[in-house]
């Protein structure tokens, strides 16, 4: 009897789940970038649910033909309004597809659109609006916003300048040699759309991170507010006087949410420039790493929660803020989670901004760096639970194996680790979690009925070493140049100039493969996510490439003379992640992670490894995790669904337990956010399959997923 009553019970459990995927949803779209202006990337969809899961099939494969071998990405999360998708290529084309077939509808080319012909850096996305009958995509390539109109993808000529506006104009400061230009799309409130920038954060000279309101229909200008304060405004003394007219960054360039109801734009900043060096920025600098508020409708602050003080760490805030609801003290409230590159989730009220959960204010060690100061506390909220590992101790180190171990022990004995803040150094600090989280750009997902938000977090070490700039005048033009390959390249290219055997190439022997003219060019120009050193004058050029093609001293160098130099007294030998000898991470697995996190109760409610390396499945040990790139998402059928990993799988999980429900592999690292919707009665979930990150290939694809007819 019992059993049978069993049997019966879990029957009418598979009937009704059945009868669930047999049911035709109705149309539902995934408008922005982060699936709403609140950023919850979630859905309501159902149809595909965890007892299906296993099924999905690709549904359509969509080829943007414009990939590169081994360096483009695609980092984009595709929107879906009125049955379109809306997407972009590796080479930042943007094109509509019908989201039921794949079927492209126009394709639009920036680089052919007259007013800049080598967008740099990615595209996380693009922005719909619609007025009437009246439909427009925006979105940035490079430094320039563009307007098209939706339905045919036609340039809108009345928009800025032809059609585009050059993102460095109006911002207060001649910009025009410096980086500026935006990845991430912005958000539309009204007919205003709010955007922020990526600038530089090395120790050259950087433009400052404003953000601004662009009216949708003229491109014009029609708010701006000050990361890097101007006398008078509020923040102008957690600076030096002058820091307005030179110090750059405090940008907000991994996503904007809108309150459009209560009126209120969120935007999260990164920090000031340069990164790791603040001696000429002695101060708190606000509104760098801030969560900042402003009334979408005219810029001005409303609230605002710095998360780093003075920062030397490069801890950005990396996501955008999601609006959530949750229930605290057993009342419903409105709030704002911000999730960190430390692994940390932080909750506001949306309106006041006050914590939900206590933060605390806690001493750090000073700098010993010439002309630092650094702040003297740092806050960490008590609740939740940080979702990735704080120190990078020796009994964390790896035990792949004892060689492994044994090297990494000494690596780890010589530097600065143990805790949070520790502050940059010349002996080497780690940073832990690392440069690129914690959390990242892909965001975090929020599932409204239980109150767990879903993020994906990094659990790298990666090592800071701090290096000091000859400063000497120098009569050579290849010591010269080594000065300026310092200050600009050696951030990235390494202070061996060879690169990180991933994304950024070997140039220690760029000679053998292009002639100087093409690498005065790359210089000048900049080159996929390379930036363009436009701030870098003939002569820096001529040292610099006489550097790089290892001159010998000639009495011509004369002729150039020493030129005037900044003052920073430090540069850095790159971010160089910390790897064992075999080039795994030099911590215990697990090195990614996915984590459930109840903001209801304030604690972490599951977390399981992300991803795994065949090689290491082989030597026995499966579910390590791997570092990752690109958000979740969660839907009201149960799953949540992500890519990230560099195994370049897809995969399903169930959202109340975290177990893996399905995953397959991609075509390239699918190193994007998905997005999910549903057209003429199929619910769809798709994603950029970009690769081109961690050293694996990369691809032009987007593949979208349905259950079988
Ligand atoms: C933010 C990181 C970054 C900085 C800073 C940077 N580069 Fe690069 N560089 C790259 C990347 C990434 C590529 C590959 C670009 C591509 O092919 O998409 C690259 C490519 C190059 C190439 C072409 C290499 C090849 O094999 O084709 C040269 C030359 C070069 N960089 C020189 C420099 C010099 C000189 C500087 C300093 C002025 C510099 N880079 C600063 C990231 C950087």
Same mark, same amino acid.
């Given at each position: 009897?019992?059993?049978?009553?069993?049997?019966?019970s879990?029957?009418?459990?598979?009937?009704?789940?059945?009868?669930?995927?047999?049911?035709?949803?109705?149309?539902?779209?995934?408008?922005?970038?982060?699936?709403?202006?609140?950023?919850?990337?979630?859905?309501?969809?159902?149809?595909?649910?965890?007892?299906?899961?296993?099924?999905?099939?690709?549904?359509?494969?969509?080829?943007?033909?414009?990939?590169?071998?081994?360096?483009?990405?695609?980092?984009?999360?595709?929107?879906?309004?009125?049955?379109?998708?809306?997407?972009?290529?590796?080479?930042?084309?943007?094109?509509?597809?019908?989201?039921?077939?794949?079927?492209?509808?126009?394709?639009?080319?920036?680089?052919?659109?007259?007013?800049?012909?080598?967008?740099?850096?990615?595209?996380?996305?693009?922005?719909?609006?619609?007025d009437?009958?009246?439909?427009?995509?925006?979105?940035?390539?490079?430094?320039?916003?563009?307007?098209? %109109?939706?339905? #045919?993808?036609?340039?809108?000529?009345?928009?800025?300048? @032809?059609? +585009? /506006? &050059?993102?460095?104009? =109006? *911002?207060?400061?001649?910009?025009?040699?410096?980086?500026?230009?935006?990845?991430?799309p912005?958000?539309?409130?009204?007919?205003?759309?709010?955007?922020?920038?990526?600038?530089?954060?090395?120790?050259?000279?950087?433009?400052?991170?404003?953000?601004?309101?662009?009216?949708?229909?003229t491109?014009?200008?029609?708010?701006?507010?000050?990361?890097?304060?101007?006398?008078?405004?509020?923040?102008?003394?957690?600076?030096?006087? %002058?820091a307005? #007219?030179?110090?750059?960054?405090?940008?907000?360039?991994? @996503?904007? +949410? /809108? &309150?459009?109801?209560? =009126? *209120?734009?969120?935007?999260?900043?990164?920090?000031?420039?340069?990164?790791?060096?603040?001696?000429?920025?002695?101060?708190?600098?606000?509104?760098?790493?801030?969560?900042?508020?402003?009334?979408?409708?005219?810029g001005?602050?409303?609230?605002?929660?710095?998360?780093?003080?003075?920062?030397?760490?490069?801890?950005?805030?990396?996501?955008?803020?999601?609006?959530?609801?949750?229930?605290?003290?057993?009342?419903?409230?409105?709030?704002?989670?911000?999730?960190?590159?430390?692994?940390?989730?932080?909750?506001?009220?949306?309106?006041?901004?006050?914590?939900?959960?206590?933060?605390?204010?806690?001493?750090?060690?000073?700098?010993?760096?010439?002309?630092?100061?650094a702040?003297?506390?740092?806050?960490l909220?008590?609740?939740?639970?940080?979702?990735?590992?704080?120190?990078?101790?020796?009994?964390?180190?790896?035990?792949?194996?004892?060689?492994?171990?044994?090297?990494?022990?000494?690596?780890?004995?010589?530097?600065?680790?143990?805790?949070?803040?520790?502050?940059?150094?010349?002996e080497?600090?780690?940073?832990?979690p690392?440069?690129?989280?914690?959390a990242?750009?892909?965001?975090?997902?929020?599932?409204?009925?239980?109150?767990?938000?879903?993020?994906?977090?990094?659990?790298?070490p990666?090592?800071?070493?701090?290096?000091?700039?000859?400063?000497?005048?120098?009569?050579?033009?290849?010591?010269?140049?080594?000065?300026?390959?310092?200050?600009?390249?050696?951030?990235?290219?390494?202070?061996?100039?060879?690169?990180?055997?991933?994304?950024?190439?070997?140039?220690?022997?760029?000679?053998?493969?292009?002639?100087?003219?093409?690498?005065?060019?790359i210089?000048?120009?900049?080159?996929?996510?390379?930036?363009?050193?436009?701030?870098?004058?003939?002569?820096?050029?001529?040292?610099?490439?006489?550097?790089?093609?290892?001159?010998?001293?000639?009495?011509?160098?004369?002729?150039?003379?020493?030129?005037?130099?900044?003052?920073?007294?430090?540069?850095?030998?790159?971010?160089?992640?910390?790897?064992?000898?075999?080039?795994?991470?030099?911590?215990?697995?697990?090195?990614?992670?996915?984590?459930?996190?109840?903001?209801?109760?304030?604690?972490?409610?599951?977390?399981?490894?992300?991803?795994?390396?065949?090689?290491?499945?082989?030597?026995?040990?499966?579910?390590?995790?791997?570092?990752?790139?690109?958000?979740?998402?969660?839907?009201?059928?149960?799953?949540?669904?992500?890519?990230?990993?560099?195994?370049?799988?897809?995969?399903?999980?169930?959202?109340?337990?975290?177990?893996?429900?399905?995953?397959?592999?991609?075509?390239?690292?699918?190193?994007?956010?998905?997005?999910?919707?549903?057209?003429?009665?199929?619910?769809?979930?798709v994603?950029?399959?970009?690769?081109?990150?961690?050293?694996?290939?990369?691809?032009d694809?987007?593949?979208?997923?349905?259950?079988?007819?």
């Open positions: 009897m019992r059993s049978s009553r069993v049997f019966l879990s029957s009418i459990v598979t009937i009704a789940a059945l009868g669930a995927c047999s049911r035709a949803p109705a149309d539902v779209d995934w408008v922005s970038h982060g699936g709403d202006s609140g950023h919850t990337q979630s859905s309501p969809l159902e149809q595909i649910t965890p007892a299906n899961v296993a099924s999905l099939k690709v549904a359509w494969t969509y080829h943007g033909g414009d990939a590169r071998p081994d360096r483009s990405q695609i980092q984009c999360n595709p929107i879906v309004v009125h049955g379109v998708l809306y997407a972009s290529t590796p080479g930042l084309k943007v094109f509509a597809l019908d989201a039921a077939t794949g079927t492209q509808k126009w394709l639009f080319d920036p680089s052919k659109a007259g007013a800049e012909n080598n967008p740099l850096g990615v595209n996380r996305g693009v922005v719909f609006w619609e009437g009958a009246e439909q427009r995509i925006l979105f940035t390539a490079g430094q320039r916003l563009y307007a098209l %109109d939706a339905k #045919t993808g036609a340039s809108i000529p009345t928009f800025g300048t @032809g059609g +585009s /506006v &050059d993102l460095k104009e =109006g *911002l207060g400061r001649d910009v025009s040699n410096l980086y500026a230009l935006s990845n991430t912005g958000t539309i409130y009204k007919d205003l759309l709010i955007l922020g920038t990526r600038v530089s954060e090395g120790p050259g000279p950087a433009a400052p991170g404003h953000i601004r309101a662009f009216d949708v229909r491109g014009k200008i029609r708010w701006i507010f000050h990361t890097v304060p101007w006398p008078g405004e509020p923040g102008y003394d957690t600076w030096p006087q %002058d307005y #007219t030179r110090i750059g960054g405090a940008n907000a360039w991994s @996503g904007i +949410s /809108v &309150d459009a109801a209560r =009126g *209120l734009v969120f935007l999260p900043t990164g920090s000031a420039a340069f990164d790791f060096w603040g001696g000429n920025r002695l101060g708190a600098n606000l509104y760098a790493n801030c969560l900042l508020v402003l009334d979408a409708a005219t001005k602050h409303v609230w605002h929660y710095q998360f780093v003080h003075h920062d030397m760490w490069d801890r950005d805030l990396p996501a955008a803020p999601v609006l959530v609801t949750v229930t605290h003290d057993g009342t419903p409230v409105d709030a704002v989670a911000q999730t960190t590159k430390s692994g940390h989730v932080f909750l506001f009220n949306r309106e006041t901004g006050q914590p939900l959960f206590p933060i605390t204010e806690r001493p750090v060690p000073p700098s010993d760096l010439k002309g630092e100061q702040w003297p506390t740092q806050p909220p008590d609740k939740p639970a940080p979702f990735a590992r704080q120190a990078f101790t020796e009994a964390e180190v790896t035990d792949l194996s004892q060689a492994s171990h044994d090297a990494v022990l000494t690596t780890l004995r010589a530097t600065r680790t143990g805790r949070q803040f520790i502050p940059p150094s010349t080497g600090t780690v940073i832990f690392g440069f690129d989280g914690g990242e750009w892909g965001g975090a997902a929020f599932d409204r009925p239980s109150g767990l938000l879903y993020v994906n977090a990094n659990e790298m990666w090592i800071l070493t701090m290096i000091e700039v000859d400063h000497a005048r120098q009569t050579s033009a290849a010591a010269r140049g080594h000065r300026v390959y310092q200050l600009n390249c050696i951030v990235c290219h390494g202070p061996e100039r060879k690169g990180d055997g991933r994304q950024i190439p070997n140039i220690s022997e760029i000679k053998k493969k292009l002639p100087r003219p093409a690498v005065d060019q210089i000048q120009h900049g080159k996929g996510v390379m930036p363009a050193f436009g701030l870098l004058g003939g002569n820096e050029r001529a040292d610099l490439v006489a550097y790089l093609f290892g001159d010998a001293p000639s009495p011509d160098d004369a002729k150039n003379p020493d030129e005037a130099l900044p003052t920073i007294p430090y540069t850095t030998t790159g971010y160089n992640r910390f790897l064992d000898p075999d080039g795994y991470p030099a911590v215990k697995p697990p090195w990614g992670t996915l984590n459930a996190i109840d903001l209801n109760k304030g604690e972490i409610a599951w977390t399981v490894p992300l991803g795994e390396l065949p090689e290491l499945v082989k030597r026995g040990r499966p579910r390590t995790g791997t570092e990752n790139y690109g958000g979740p998402i969660v839907t009201a059928g149960g799953l949540v669904f992500i890519g990230a990993t560099k195994d370049e799988k897809f995969r399903a999980f169930d959202k109340r337990t975290g177990q893996m429900l399905w995953e397959t592999s991609l075509p390239a690292g699918g190193y994007a956010t998905p997005a999910t919707y549903a057209v003429g009665g199929k619910q769809y979930v994603i950029a399959a970009g690769g081109g990150k961690m050293g694996t290939k990369s691809g694809a987007y593949v979208a997923y349905a259950l079988p007819n």
